[in-house]
């Protein structure tokens, strides 16, 4: 630890501590306490691949030769949350080595480090259609991923190819050349400085009027001129674009900036301002809804993208309604939250991994792991909903800790966090969990457990 904190950069000679000041004084006023908790036996329940994985990317480097054990990256995270409450630590530190529970990959690369960016998801919304509202917003997500942020950003408000540009009496060439700038930048910018690519989701809505370029981006074939091969698309749906397609009628499609607020409101709002812009004659183009329906399943054929998620339903689900509209998701598309030019949506995430709750009467867990799912299952296995509960609870104390410590590398991204203190816990390994107990998914039984589990989830959530 030592050489670490003391380190000193060849080439440049300047002092390069990979270790923060506080945390460093920490770990040196409680060493023989923290390293008579740490178990090296540990180390050997990881798998070939698994531990190749983190001596590639999450065990931190000296001139490029791994000075930590996974048990040193699993303590220097548990002390990097928690500083100076070393029994929390340790709690920490004992269920992550123990895998029961995971932070995500920023809270391990970064935890306990001079620049502490913990939180893994970033949504975004363009900040103006103009040149500075792009550059601004360009420069925002290139910071981000320099400090190993995953990014969701929704460009449904930069105006469309052949649109007029009033400042310069002239026209827009539309989003495609601009998502060129942001696919060179995610390919420039990676994340932490090599440790894993630069990720940019890009959302928009199917009304545009660039939609059938956009779904074009991610193609094997075609001009190059015409590519961002590195970015990955969402398309943000609204309901009334389905039902069109069901019922075979029209679509229409608009430049934000001739028909204005179309991203700014979901449900019977946007319904009725389309169908405003729709007898005003304002589209662009109109076209059969079902010829954009097949364009956008051929393009997920070949691409595997766009992603699709549902404007009104996400809006309608959400509990931050009372925010503003909702116009994009994350990176992976499991977060939803609210974004505008002032608030940059932030997400702080761990798994539970479920499999290790499962227990066989009379026997402790420690000699039943995880690696038995797949077995026929066993009538006297259960599942241990109580530690759950503790589980549960500890992480929801971590995570909360993080909001408060984080490094943000935008101060909108600080002030989001602030205001709504958001926090994601995930589970893994469920179909295992259900092996494990010799149930199937479509069983009669399978209701009450899944059930329960997400009640505990959140009544554990709610008692922090």
Known sequence: IKDMYLHYNERSGLLSPLIAEDIYEVIMKNAARLDSEIIYDRDFDYDYFGFKTLERSYLLKLGGVVVERPQHMLMRVSVGIHKDDIDSAIRTYHLMSQRWFTHASPTLFNAGTPRPQLSSCFLICMKDDSIEGIYDTLKECAVISKSAGGIGVSVHNIRATGSYIRGTNGTSNGIVPMLRVFNDTARYVDQGGGKRKGAFAV??????????????????????????????????????????????????????NEAPGLADCWGEKFEELYKKYEKAGKAKKVIPAQTLWFDILKAQIETGTPYMLYKDSCNRKSNQQNLGTIKSSNLCTE???????????????????????????GVPIESHPSKLAGSNGSKNRYFDFDKLGEVTSTVTFNLNKIIDMNYYPVETARRSNMRHRPIGIGVQGLADTFMLLGMAFDSPEVPFPVNKLWHLFLSGLANM
């Open 203 to 256: 959302y928009l809505e199917p009304w545009h009027a660039d939609i059938f370029e956009f779904l074009d981006l991610r193609k094997n074939h075609g001009k190059e001129e015409n590519r961002a091969r590195d970015l990955f698309f969402a398309l943000w749906v609204p309901d009334l674009f389905m039902q069109r397609v069901q019922n075979n009628e029209d679509w229409s499609l608009f430049c934000p």
């Open 335 to 361: 977060i939803i939250e609210f974004t505008s030019p002032e608030e940059t949506a932030v997400c702080n995430l761990a798994s539970i991994a479920l499999p290790r709750f499962v227990r066989e009467k």
